[in-house]
């Protein structure tokens, strides 16, 4: 494949055309931030060569985007240095919450910010900040990773090449290009945009409301031990994924709380495909799935276990019905719900609760380091409640990223408690009343 190379005009993916378009329309802030606090004797000349060297190495991430149709242009990128030794911890709090919130112009600004806060003698915080068109939370993840270990390497006082890689982004979108232009990438084309145009007129009448740029908040649920394996047996015992048991389980849930329609969607991360896991860039296709009222638990398993099949072997053209897709573009937020998956195993993939943004303990890193995320506010295109689900080293995890326009803590608690009780006891006759 040709890669960046040689694509002078490498033309935008469908997930960066979607968000392109969406944000021009509407000037969302689609933002993703993460905040990694240090501890230890850091050679700060070398933090700031030693990122932007790993960060340089991806032209994604140095991308912006001009005109219409959107071309784009590269710039190199470097890291701020500010030292606020002399701020309390509350207003360093705020300013990070103000730091990290604040909205990207796609045509004008670094669509990746990296900074690195001194807050005490050997004490720092490193801010990665980036818009969504860029990057999604694995890429993050992963430059994360390899940042970090470029700077241990070379604090070692070895030379660190950032990892060559036989494929990247431009390809992956050549390789979308070539897909939907062939018989397979037409029919699935064709299913997409008639399951969605069954559904044009509900959402035509939903869509009466601006999508503006909203700040959320985060509740989250871990499971482990016996309730996540008894959770894993259900979905062994109906012969679903544990994937399509959990959206179930989410949908059901949401079908019990809701008294209006909505629609809810999954986010499919293309890294599925072995040949793209270590692309960076925003490699995800929205499917969605179908809102059944009138079903039985074991129905609502065969349909989404299906509809979710289908998804993942058309995700080159599957689109969405939610403020990313072709229909949904002014979708209520209190109409529109997402569930994303990532399952893996730690010792294969290096991911861990340090790296995927969620709130850590300490961990050491090399011989002087210590290292632990902390949170930061939200800002996504409108969702009533995006669960960002992730099971790895024997556990679950799941956020409830909600609109608190839509919702309280109080009501996202209640579903968050029913649905884990969903997953766990799965049939009705088997769940406590409301």
Known sequence: MP??????????????????????????ADLITRAMRIKGDVDVELFERAIPLVVNSYPIFRCRYHDEPAVRSFDDIELDYMDIRHMSEAHITSFLRQFSSSPMDLNSDQLLGLSLFRTGEDEY???????????DGISLSLLWAESLTAYLTMEAGKPYRPRGEAT???????????YLESERGQKARYYWCNKLELQHEAV?????????SIICKEATLNIEGREFEEIQANAGDAKVSL?????????????????????????????????????LGPMFRYGNLSVCRNESWPEKLTRLSQEIKRAVRTAYAADSIGPHGSIG??????????????????HHEGFSAVYTGETSDWVEVGEKLKIHTTPLPTRLTPYG????????????????????????LKQVECIMDRWRLRAIHGSQEKMPPL
Not at 9 to 28: F, G
Not at 204 to 212: D, Y
Not at 400 to 408: A, D, K, P, Q
Request: negative net charge.
């Open 3 to 28: 890669g960046w190379d040689c694509s002078t005009h490498v033309p935008l993916s469908i997930t960066e055309q979607s968000i392109y378009n969406l944000n021009h329309r509407k000037v969302l």
């Open 125 to 135: 915080i490193f801010l990665t900040k980036c818009h969504h068109i860029i990057t």
């Open 168 to 178: 990247d982004f431009a390809d992956y979108i050549n390789f979308e290009d070539t």
């Open 204 to 212: 035509w009448q939903a869509s009466h409301q601006e999508i503006v």
């Open 243 to 279: 994937f399509a048991y959990l959206c179930a389980a989410y949908q059901q849930t949401l079908c019990e709380f809701l008294h209006h329609d909505f629609w809810m969607n999954t986010s499919l991360s293309l890294r599925l495909k072995r040949e793209h896991r270590y692309i």
């Open 329 to 346: 573009h002014n979708l209520n937020a209190s109409s529109c719900f997402l569930v994303s998956f990532l399952q893996t195993e730690e």
């Open 385 to 408: 409640i995006y669960l960002s689900i992730a099971a790895y080293g024997g556990q679950l995890r799941a956020s409830f990223i909600y609109n608190v326009n839509c919702f309280s």
